[in-house]
């Protein structure tokens, strides 16, 4: 049973345009929201995250948005560059827990030339 | 930021052979480490929490006598895949974290198992 899900498993975007990657999830229990970026044969490197009693949160090209009611979160890129064409990963925790994250499927960011 | 190391970054290994993978805080001090396996076209999965001193904690499905985890140290994790199977292949990934529950993890490179 999928707890954060991301349905889209490949998004092609234009250079310049914006790229916006959806996650919904389905534990209410969740309260902090991390979205990675994951090149080929490589591990995972944060991006951006979001708590819950936040619902946007901007960081330079990057801004995560959380719709806690729908449970519901998207990460914009703006402009999107050749460099962003990646697979994108949804996660998931919650505050004061020690568990690991619950991850997505991830997302393929192509952005075309 | 912070640095993981994961080492091998690849191996391949014959049926039945046992495979140790390195997790290596460098420059901070981790009390829990985390291992996940990746499958193709597939999130990552946890597999296990490794805590510094005790014994790993294992998520359900996963052989602890499988798959051995001993945190030694502050900066160092490592996994031991015993008697691997061709099944057994896999994208395994370490995390860490400098501090306690909801901070960003810190990722290692990977080391992609390939079991002949």
């Known amino acids: 049973d999928q707890q954060v899900k991301q349905n889209s498993p490949s998004l092609s975007v234009q250079e310049g345009r914006i790229s916006i990657l959806n996650c919904d999830y389905t534990?209410?229990?969740?309260?902090?929201f991390l979205w990675y970026k994951k090149y080929p044969a490589e591990g995972p490197t944060f991006l951006i995250s979001?708590?819950?009693?936040?619902d946007k949160n901007e960081d330079g090209r990057f801004t995560v948005f959380l719709n806690k009611s729908a449970k519901h979160l998207s990460l914009h890129i703006v402009p999107s560059q050749p460099g962003d064409s990646a697979v994108y990963f949804c996660a998931a925790s919650i505050a004061g827990g020690a568990d690991g994250l619950t991850f997505g499927k991830g997302t393929h960011l192509i952005i075309q030339p | 930021g912070a640095v993981v190391s994961q080492h091998p970054s690849w191996v391949i290994c014959k049926s039945g052979t046992s495979v140790k993978i390195e997790c290596r805080s460098l420059d901070f001090q981790a009390t829990t480490m985390f291992w996940y396996r990746q499958f193709p076209k597939q999130s990552l999965m946890l597999m296990a929490t490794?805590?510094?001193?005790?014994?790993?904690?294992?998520e359900q499905g996963v052989e602890k006598d499988k798959f051995l985890i001993n945190h030694a140290s502050l900066t160092l994790s490592t996994l031991t895949v015993t008697s691997a199977h061709p099944e057994d292949s896999s994208f395994y990934i370490c995390?860490?974290?400098?501090?306690?529950?909801?901070?960003?993890?810190?990722f290692g490179s990977g080391t992609q198992l390939s079991v002949l």
């Open positions: 534990n209410s229990m969740f309260d902090y």
């Open positions: 979001i708590s819950s009693i936040k």
């Open positions: 490794s805590n510094e001193g005790s014994k790993a904690t294992y």
């Open positions: 995390s860490a974290r400098p501090g306690l529950a909801n901070e960003k993890l810190f």
